[in-house]
């Protein structure tokens, strides 16, 4: 059986191609560098379109989409884009999957698919579908993946906001690429060390990047078909919660701070200019308990040892 791990140079798919690599699972690893993660099968593609998968896959392969454009801004910027790389080649590739008969098709999706109703815990099947560039586009995804008929098992994987590397086995490769995720801990340290009080912002889900290649693998494991899994830990935290773990001490969440600094962007919207920073005020909670209690996934990372550097 061969993993096809495409989006394999991204935060993720180089994780998950090691991760695959060290518990000794063939893979193939697709993506525009010239090179993949030790130990994979590499393949270039030049231009993400379907054309260029003719051929690609074989019977009983594992395909994982973890391509696509994972910035909310880079999607604003550019929403044709998104919903090409996000939406459309996903829904071309599972049919040239299926012909050449691969076993499963997993998409990674986000938990930014869906609207959270605010104040709630959202599972599978709750909130409205996002009207963003990025979140539409994964909600077309997947609701396209879902309505293709084929003998390819389907499944979805909506992560929460990812954070954490993945090193590996020293013989496989280098660590994964870091993200924002580092730069933003080393600042809070220092700003919540000198800053006591910090704006008032809504609660969020998080999800260990180890965490998260282990219920690929589950899932990938599983007799699922055409079924939709969220994957978060236990825990949310707001900016204060952020604060205090990454600095080691007390952190106040304020208000009327956030509503002095918000007060600009208030204005702008009334005036018609959309702005997502308003969205920090809201409460966007994910439960994993689908997950836990369908395929006995265990989440092991905590959010708050992260950004205490553990």
């Not at 829904?91 to 012909?99: E, H, Q």
């Not at 986000?110 to 963003?132: F, H, L, N, W, Y």
Request: glycine residues 10%.
């Amino acid at each position: 059986m061969r993993w096809v791990v495409i989006g394999s140079s991204g935060y993720i798919g180089s994780a998950l191609c090691r991760y695959l690599i060290e518990d000794g699972r063939a893979v193939l690893s697709v993506s525009r560098g010239a090179a993949g993660p030790q130990g994979c099968r590499h393949l270039q593609i030049g231009e993400f379109v379907a054309e260029s998968f003719a051929g690609l896959f074989e019977p009983g392969d594992i395909v994982v989409y973890a391509a696509g454009m994972s910035s909310a801004r880079d999607c604003r910027k550019n929403p044709v884009l998104a919903d090409m790389l996000n939406s459309q080649l996903p829904g071309a590739l599972l049919p040239l999957a299926d012909k050449a008969g691969a076993e499963q098709f997993i998409y990674l999706s986000s938990v930014k698919a869906v609207r959270a109703p605010a104040g709630e815990v959202v599972i599978e099947g709750v909130g409205q579908p996002a009207e963003d560039p990025y979140g539409h586009s994964k909600w077309r995804a997947e609701q396209g993946l879902l309505a293709l008929h084929c003998a390819t098992r389907i499944n979805i994987l909506r992560p929460a906001a990812v954070y954490g590397e993945y090193s590996g086995d020293a013989g496989v490769g280098q660590p994964t690429p870091r993200k924002r995720a580092f730069v933003w801990r080393n600042r809070l340290k220092r700003w919540c060390k000198l800053i006591p009080v910090v704006p008032a912002t809504g609660y969020r889900s998080f999800v260990a990047l180890g965490d998260l290649l282990s219920a690929i693998v589950i899932l990938a494991e599983s007799s699922c078909n055409r079924e939709v899994f969220i994957a978060a830990e236990p825990r949310y935290y707001n900016l204060a919660a952020i604060g205090e773990a990454a600095s080691g001490r007390r952190v106040k969440s304020d208000r009327f701070f956030a509503g002095l600094l918000l007060l600009p962007f208030r204005v702008l919207s009334v005036l018609g200019v959309k702005t997502s920073i308003l969205e920090v005020t809201r409460s966007e909670l994910y439960s994993a308990g689908r997950l836990k209690s369908r395929l006995n996934w265990r989440p092991d990372g905590q959010y708050s040892q992260f950004l205490r550097g553990k």
